[in-house]
């Protein structure tokens, strides 16, 4: 790992954007800002603020789960709207033979 620069060579820690550095290089640990506040990184785990640690396969899986009940939802309700157009009252229609029908005085067809 290369020092920032505010950290010399053989000198202990001189601050805390040096410390903070140093443990983000080197051990992964990050507290996260912003809408994830609360939230840190501790080696190859996402740690939430409740304790709760996550590994990158956990999180995998919850995403792919929530994707597919999208998916299936969405089945779903194409199923429900295709049911319901299926049991929909059917069109009439009204036949009218062409010799019979005349516009402008001719005949049509």
């Not at 999180?59 to 309700?77: D, F, K, P, S, T």
């Not at 059917?90 to 036949?95: E, G, N, T």
Request: charge should be positive.
């Amino acid at each position: 790992m290369t020092r920032p620069p505010c950290w010399p060579d053989a000198e202990p820690c001189p601050n805390n954007c040096a410390a903070a550095l140093h443990e983000r290089e080197v051990y992964n640990h990050l507290d996260l800002t912003g809408p994830w506040q609360g939230w840190r990184f501790r080696g190859r785990y996402l740690v939430s603020p409740d304790g709760s640690r996550l590994t990158p396969e956990r999180l995998l899986g919850l995403a792919w789960r929530e994707y597919n009940e999208a998916r299936l939802a969405q089945v779903l309700r194409r199923n429900a709207a295709a049911k319901a157009a299926r049991n929909r009252q059917p069109i009439k229609v009204v036949v009218i033979e062409l010799a019979g029908l005349r516009i402008d005085g001719r005949a049509a067809g």
